[in-house]
């Protein structure tokens, strides 16, 4: 009888440890979903945060990242809008929103040290809020050093943009939104 009651105890015990153990990784499974979870919150707060933006003036830009840094940690300066790697370029696209008219600002840079593309043709497809299609051509502008175009329409809603790039026959494309 007193080894039944030994087994027993020896039994559970082993059973204890083994279902602690079962809800340890358990735990390390939902701190990493968790850990998931909190990054791609980050990351849309990162976004909406860049599709504010300031209109003190008829073209400021705002500055989301007050020391000038960019989000690939390089130190390059950011002008607070939505950026995407594409290859070889780095693409920021800013749309700011006033009374009458929307300013699009696009920067085009290529290469480790984000040297400016000048010579590129680009134009702004641009999906509006009812579903309808519009083509803009963006001019170069050397003294911001930046494309830039004025979109007349100020329906509300989201607007779905398609930049098209083309520097000496190389297409280099990226997409974006911004909700007036």
Not at 13 to 26: D, E, H, K, P, T
């Amino acid at each position: 009888m007193n080894l039944l009651k030994t087994s027993f105890v020896f039994l559970g015990s082993v059973s204890l440890l083994f279902l602690g153990a079962c809800s340890g990784s358990n735990q390390a499974a939902n701190s990493e979903n968790n850990s998931a979870a909190s990054t791609t919150t980050a990351a849309k707060t990162e976004t909406t945060a860049k599709d504010n933006h300031s209109e003190n003036d008829g073209h400021s830009h705002n500055k989301n990242n007050a020391q000038g840094h960019s989000e690939d940690g390089k130190g390059e300066h950011s002008h607070g809008g939505q950026i995407i790697e594409s290859g070889q370029y780095h693409l920021e696209f800013l749309a700011e929103p006033e009374k009458n008219v929307t300013h699009i600002d696009f920067y085009l840079k290529k290469g480790e040290k984000r040297d400016i593309v000048s010579n590129a043709k680009v134009t702004a497809q641009i999906q509006l809020p009812d579903g309808s299609q519009k083509s803009l051509p963006l001019t170069y502008e050397a003294k911001e050093q930046h494309y830039h175009a004025v979109l007349s329409e100020k329906a509300a809603g989201e607007y779905k943009v398609a930049i098209l790039s083309d520097i000496n026959a190389e297409k280099v494309n990226g997409r974006f939104t911004f909700k007036r």
